[in-house]
């Protein structure tokens, strides 16, 4: 696959098929999206695969959690604390696009939560990735590890699967600390859903939209 379509073609997949995905093609995928660059080469990412039992045994944990109100404060803050424009409307835009294609009324708060309880089983992804890094480096491990997580995608769509990066994992960081028995300097940054499209599923049909380029773009 051609980088340009790996790129343009990598979307949030938010409903996956339960087809198994093979270990060596998950390695195939880490160890090439391994070449992410890194300030000074630190590589200060970690990955935790969970499949199977473990996975399932996560995945009650998780929902059971949610359903009865508990989670954690995060250990980092991926949104603003106060919303602005023009990231207010975009995000917006984002959740009520993905409810529409749902057929989701944006009054719905039963059926909106219902669809927010999914991102705790993968969305049915048969592989679960999550991504750590050391807590006592600093930002800009932060933005090698993004590089990283954006090499892992295009790098499963290099091998015809999809992805959904969720950081809904943050709030519940404590757990799956527990459950995974990570080690204290491991911070949770995301998860990452890895499996095949459901194409028949319509959340799977709903795209984001992109500002234009003139739209953040100076040329000096």
């Given at each position: 696959m051609h980088v340009d379509t790996a790129i343009t073609s990598r979307k949030s997949v938010r409903r996956f098929l339960d087809t198994p995905i093979d270990r060596a093609t998950i390695t195939h995928i880490l160890r090439v999206a391994n070449r992410a660059p890194s300030g000074s080469n630190i590589q200060p990412w970690k990955v935790h695969v969970v499949t199977g039992a473990v996975k399932d045994q996560l995945c009650q944990r998780l929902l059971n959690a949610v359903d009865n109100g508990q989670s954690d404060a995060p250990e980092y803050h991926y949104y603003p604390q106060n919303w602005f424009e023009p990231y207010l409307e975009r995000r917006r835009r984002c959740g009520f696009g993905?409810?529409?294609?749902?057929?989701?009324?944006?009054?719905?708060?039963?059926?909106?939560?219902?669809?927010?309880?999914?991102?705790?089983?993968?969305?049915?992804?048969?592989?679960?990735?999550?991504?750590?890094?050391?807590?006592?480096?600093?930002?800009?491990?932060?933005?090698?590890?993004?590089?990283?997580?954006?090499?892992?995608?295009?790098?499963?769509?290099?091998?015809?699967?999809?992805?959904?990066?969720?950081?809904?994992?943050?709030?519940?960081?404590?757990?799956?600390?527990?459950?995974?028995?990570?080690?204290?300097?491991?911070?949770?940054?995301?998860?990452?859903?890895?499996?095949?499209?459901?194409?028949?599923?319509?959340?799977?049909?709903?795209?984001?939209?992109?500002?234009?380029i003139e739209g953040f773009v100076t040329f000096h």
């Open positions: 993905l409810y529409e294609t749902l057929g989701i009324g944006r009054e719905d708060k039963a059926k909106r939560a219902a669809q927010a309880r999914r991102n705790f089983h993968f969305f049915d992804a048969p592989v679960a990735l999550l991504i750590t890094m050391d807590r006592r480096l600093e930002t800009g491990s932060f933005m090698d590890c993004g590089m990283f997580i954006q090499s892992v995608m295009l790098a499963a769509r290099g091998q015809g699967l999809h992805t959904c990066p969720q950081a809904a994992f943050a709030w519940h960081h404590a757990l799956i600390r527990d459950e995974l028995q990570l080690d204290d300097t491991e911070l949770l940054l995301c998860g990452i859903s890895l499996g095949y499209e459901d194409t028949q599923a319509p959340e799977n049909a709903f795209i984001t939209e992109r500002e234009d």
